[in-house]
């Protein structure tokens, strides 16, 4: 469904039409309705098109696979994001493979870069998904009366995970034209706060964002990464990491690196998947799917 | 890993009618394994060709913090090599994850035997 289309959709339930959904979904349209939300999306991370190793042989048929259950929803999200490395090595090629697949997505599409994908220069990955309204990459939007911000931590040369202060003075500004009682949404590729540092699991910089978060109601940030769920609160502040649709890595100090974690073959679709997300006043409920069936 | 899984990764990534590149001569070879560059010091002479090689799990890149060499990403078997041109000390790093660091000398070149 192209945004125009499911704004289109959106005033129609709003206007008290009944939705002609089923279990879960019709209960959404009716708190909808009684609290002009709520705004559901869905995440998806660390596809690293590309990959070739014994982890995961076949990283396109698990992207396909995660597809099919976004598309599948018995209530399409609002939009899909991508939180980055939708590549391994930030091939022309392997943008051109993952375009395709996520063309296939019934929602909208937002893709936000990971390292991986900006490898040497961040040219392939603006050919593949630039927006006309983030010609720096970064960005943020109001939808479903919340407000949204899509970070980029992986553009500094030297440092995986900064933001640099032309970003942060956007998102200062940027926050500071908001609501406290307003739902605030964020994405970016790394971790924002210090999750594992030896790894370079956390932004250097990322303290300044959170200080302008800190004034809001209810705050959830939304990273990749590090291929696994992690979930974290501090104050007015959700943090989750998402699952990879690709591989899964060590869980933060249990091994010697943060190389690509082995698991039986039986085992990695329970280890891969998606994750919605609904919001709904200040409430943001994180459901994460696996693909294992 | 060997030198012969090094060439099969290139022929195998490089496509059917892709050339497969020589392994030059080189004085020296970094291994790249456990996020680590081994050996992390090198001492060359101008006109020296290193080959760097990834024998690690993960992709890395050789990227030089002047920006006068780069690499790209090499995934798992990727290899690269570079000829050094000028003295000085060149520090490196992996764009993928900057931690790892390791430095290259190049002295003048060694005077004819």
């Known amino acids: 469904m192209k945004r125009d289309d499911f704004l289109k959709h959106v005033a129609w339930t709003g206007g008290g039409i009944a939705w002609s959904l089923t279990g879960g979904g019709l209960f959404n349209a009716q708190r909808a309705l009684a609290a002009g939300g709520p705004i559901s999306f869905v995440q998806i991370s660390d596809s690293h098109i590309g990959f070739a190793r014994p982890e995961n042989l076949d990283v396109i048929g698990t992207l396909e696979k995660t597809i099919a259950g976004i598309n599948a929803m018995p209530v399409q999200p609002t939009f899909v994001v991508h939180t980055g490395d939708v590549t391994h090595l930030a091939k022309p090629a392997q943008f051109d493979t993952a375009k395709q697949i996520l063309g296939t997505l019934k929602a909208p599409l937002i893709v936000l870069p990971g390292e991986h994908d900006v490898i040497g220069t961040p040219a392939a990955f603006f050919e593949a998904f630039r927006r006309s309204d983030a010609p720096k990459g970064w960005f943020s939007w109001d939808q479903g009366g919340a407000h949204f911000l899509s970070l980029v931590n992986v553009f500094n040369f030297e440092i995986d995970g900064k933001l640099g202060a032309e970003q942060i003075d956007f998102v200062e500004k940027d926050l500071a034209a908001q609501k406290s009682s307003t739902p605030i949404v964020v994405f970016a590729h790394v971790p924002l706060y210090a999750l594992f540092p030896p790894w370079g699991w956390t932004t250097e910089d990322g303290s300044r964002v959170l200080a302008a978060l800190r004034r809001f109601d209810a705050v959830t940030v939304l990273n990749g990464h590090i291929h696994q769920i992690v979930q974290h609160t501090d104050g007015n502040i959700r943090f989750a990491t998402a699952a990879s649709t690709a591989y899964p890595q060590p869980a933060p100090g249990t091994a010697a690196k943060p190389g690509p974690l082995k698991v039986p073959d039986s085992k990695l679709l329970s280890v891969l998947g998606y994750r919605s997300v609904e919001i709904a006043r200040s409430a943001a409920t994180i459901t994460d799917h696996s693909l294992q069936t | ?113």
């Open chain 2, 1 to 113: 890993m060997g030198l012969q899984t090094a060439l099969l990764g290139i022929v195998l990534t490089g496509g059917a009618h892709a050339a497969v590149p020589a392994l030059l001569p080189a004085v020296a070879t970094v291994h790249i394994k456990d996020f680590k560059y081994n050996p992390p010091a090198l001492t060359v002479h101008v006109g020296d060709r290193v080959t760097f090689v990834n024998d690690d799990d993960e992709a890395h890149t050789v990227t030089s913090i002047d920006k006068s060499f780069d690499s790209e990403g090499l995934d798992t078997t990727g290899m690269w090599q570079h000829v050094f041109s000028k003295t000085g000390t060149y520090h490196y790093f992996c764009e993928l994850h900057p931690y790892m660091k390791a430095a290259i000398v190049v002295l003048p070149a060694a005077p004819a035997k």
